[in-house]
């Protein structure tokens, strides 16, 4: 996949001459519903910033049901006017036992901007390639766990599928990129066995690297994911310099917490880890999972790589077409049409207006 590129907001005809990233088959009918985001990421410059931002986990039971039209059906080779403003929101719907449902259609989404209900235009629940970076801990807070850590990491690499591509950062009292983009999951790996823990934490720094380092990235769809036992103790960013980043910045933020229990002389910062990594990764529609024992993080690795893979992708033409560079919240409801049971949904909180 060719990097995106950016161009300015028109109306006119546009060949698709690919569509494999939003297409999906439709088992009543036999055809397959044809979705362009590759097309209107280049109309749109959604490559280094969409709709930078998140909505929390919720469930929703729905009543007033919003009947409004199908999504567009586009045919291979079939000319289509692209509109200037879609909002792209990727969205992880899971079961009382965080398990991912990907059985889901259409009509079971509701997306609300600003409290009004919008019209899902596009949507999408193929797997498309995503462009990964690992951020990880190696502070020497982290060396009763070091080893726990890295097998989880190497666990998370091998989730990945061969369109995918990865980076590595490791964090101590400096953030270093350890290795650039690469489609070679070994060389990840070897180079994560390596590594060895000391130092203070600079997560925020380690942050900041994994954001800019994302410009390089050649798939529109982008994840980062944390490995850190605590807070930070040693960045020169802030806390809202980064969380301002991360609003601006179209990433999902995953991050595995491995947090002790009881009480052992830990600085405030170390305390206040658990909830940064939670603030941080519910602003752009991921999550953070808090680990516990140790024995545990390989699974909970594998299990992010496959909720990251099994996501819906929902495209919406906001209602409010001012470019304010205001905050827009976004808000994603959902139901089964199998019969109630209990869904939460994870996605984006909101984007700022300039941003489209």
């Known amino acids: 996949m060719n990097p995106m590129r950016r161009s300015k907001p028109t109306r006119r005809p546009v060949r698709v001459l690919t569509t494999r990233w939003f297409s999906r088959k439709n088992p009543a009918t036999g055809t397959r519903v044809l979705f362009v985001p590759v097309v209107l990421s280049l109309v749109f410059g959604l490559a280094t910033s969409t709709v930078g931002t998140s909505a929390s986990a919720q469930s929703a039971v729905l009543s007033d049901r919003k009947h409004d039209t199908r999504g567009q059906q586009i045919r291979p080779g079939e000319s289509v006017h692209a509109d ?67 097998k989880a990491a190497v666990q998370f690499f091998k989730t990945l599928n061969p369109d995918d591509e990865g980076f590595l950062i490791g964090f101590s009292t400096h953030a270093d990129l350890l290795s650039p983009f690469t489609n070679n999951i070994e060389e990840l790996q070897n180079r994560l066995l390596t590594m060895s823990p000391s130092g203070s934490t600079a997560l925020l720094d380690g942050l900041y690297l994994g954001i800019s380092e994302m410009r390089n990235a050649r798939n529109a769809k982008r994840a980062l994911l944390i490995i ?126 300039h941003t489209f």
């Open 84 to 150: 200037v403003d879609l909002a792209l929101v990727n969205v992880s719907v899971t079961d009382a036992h965080e398990r991912p449902i990907t059985s889901l259609e259409r009509d079971s989404f509701r997306i609300f901007e600003d409290n009004i209900e919008q019209e899902v235009v596009n949507f999408s629940s193929e797997d498309v390639p995503v462009s990964i970076g690992v951020i990880f801990d190696l502070s020497g807070s982290m060396a009763n766990k070091f080893s726990y850590a890295k």
């Open 228 to 353: 850190s036992d605590g807070g930070d103790n040693h960045s020169r960013y802030s806390e809202d310099e980064i969380k301002r980043l991360v609003r601006e910045a179209d990433i999902q933020l995953y991050a595995i917490g491995i947090f002790e229990s009881g009480y052992h002389r830990r600085m405030l910062t170390d305390l206040n880890g658990p909830s940064l990594l939670s603030q941080l990764t519910e602003l752009t529609g991921g999550r953070v999972f808090t680990v516990r024992n140790p024995n545990e993080l390989p699974e909970i690795a594998t299990n992010i790589g496959t909720e990251l893979h099994s996501q819906y992708i929902l495209g919406y033409q906001p209602s409010n077409k001012t470019r304010d560079a205001r905050w827009r919240k976004i808000a994603v409801k959902v139901h089964s049409l199998n019969g109630p049971q209990h869904l939460s949904v994870h996605a984006k909180k909101g984007y700022y207006a």
